[in-house]
Each structure stands twice: as structure tokens, then as C-alpha cells.
């Protein structure tokens, strides 16, 4: 990010001009890969926010205080993207030009689709017997599951470059994804 800063009168800062033209591994100062380094993403976010957060402009100007505001969004957005792993995915391929398709593309393997149904089975038995036992297992097979597929995504990305692949990968996520959402609420159910 390209930060000018003027000294002022008051002894504060001004930021000039920023490039919100920048995708956010360039925001980020990060390769564009799906595997990254979580540390240096989390390093230059809080350098970033210690930039041009919203509170250290104040005192300036209502654009001055709207473009810290902008850019403080944006670094948040942007920094939300890249921690996610599903999010991130899909950012990249995004950036190739790729959709996912993941609200109109629901075709899956028969043997994903089968575990699926597998897993909302026993999600429904362990909150039909409010066993939580159940729901563990469930959410560690869930968790296994994602990680492995996480790992998948990032050979299809980043070494094999196998953008079709990656798509239904990331397809396969946000059913895993929702599924982790559901286990979630199981708890929350059986925990009150």
C-alpha cells in the first residue's frame, strides 16, 4: 500500500493518497497462493490498522476521516478474505477469472454426496438422543474432513494450477462449512 504522509501543524499524520486498486495479497504484502503465512498476514494487518485506523484521524477533516474509514474497511475485508481458507479459495480463483458456481453447481460425487447425507443422518440422531458424545465424533470427522480438503485445494492451486478442480473443491468446503454451521447449532440446542 502506497502511504503518504504529511506532517501537520498538530503533530499528527495525513494520509495523501492509497492504491485501492490492489488485490488483497498485494494489500497484504503476500504471494498470491493459497497456502500463506498466517503470522506475516496477522503482522500486517495490525500494521496496516495501526495506519490508518479511523481513530488516529479523528481530529482531521470528514473526507480525511471517511478515506481512514474506507481503508480501514477494506483491510478488514481484505484480512476476513485471506484467514479463511474457503474464503481465500474462492478469492483466488476469483482473481483467475473463476466462478464457483456454488449457489447454481450442486453437482457433487455420488461418494461426497453419500457421506453427506451419512453425517445430517447422524447429526439428527445425535440431537434426536441429545447425545453430545455423537456430536463430537461428528465434529472431529467434520473438522478431519475440512482440513484434508483444505490441503487438496492448496496442491490444486497453488502446484497442479487445476482451476476446475479447485472450483469443486471449494463447492465441497461450503457444504462442509454449513455442516460445521449445523453441528454448531446442535450444541447450542443441546447445551440449553
Do not use: C
Not at 23 to 51: G, H, K, T, V, W
Not at 90 to 109: A, C, F, I, K, W
Not at 153 to 178: C, I, M, N, P, W
Amino acid at each position: 500500500m502506497d502511504v503518504e504522509r504529511a506532517s501537520r501543524s498538530d503533530g499528527f499524520f495525513l494520509m495523501k493518497s492509497l492504491d485501492f486498486q490492489q488485490d488483497f495479497f498485494q494489500l497484504f504484502e503476500l504471494p498470491p497462493r493459497f497456502a500463506i503465512d498466517s503470522a506475516a498476514l496477522d503482522q500486517r494487518y495490525r500494521d496496516l490498522q495501526s495506519q490508518v485506523h479511523p481513530d488516529k484521524f479523528s481530529h482531521l477533516s470528514e473526507s480525511e476521516q471517511r478515506l481512514s474509514m474506507q481503508w480501514s474497511t477494506r483491510i478488514n475485508e481484505g484480512y476476513q478474505t485471506l484467514r479463511s481458507p474457503l474464503v481465500r479459495g474462492r478469492y483466488l480463483l476469483s482473481l483467475q477469472g473463476v466462478d464457483t458456481q456454488e449457489e447454481t453447481n450442486t453437482s457433487m460425487p455420488l461418494d461426497f454426496l453419500m457421506q453427506q447425507m451419512e453425517w445430517r443422518e447422524a447429526l439428527q440422531a445425535a440431537l434426536e438422543a441429545k447425545n453430545m458424545d455423537a456430536l463430537d465424533v461428528l465434529s472431529d470427522n467434520n473438522r478431519k474432513e475440512t482440513k484434508l480438503l483444505q490441503q487438496q485445494l492448496g496442491v490444486q492451486l497453488d502446484d497442479a494450477h487445476d482451476t476446475v478442480a479447485a472450483a469443486g473443491s471449494v463447492r465441497k468446503l461450503r457444504f462442509l462449512e454449513k455442516l460445521a454451521e449445523e453441528i454448531s447449532s446442535a450444541y447450542d440446542e443441546l447445551d440449553s
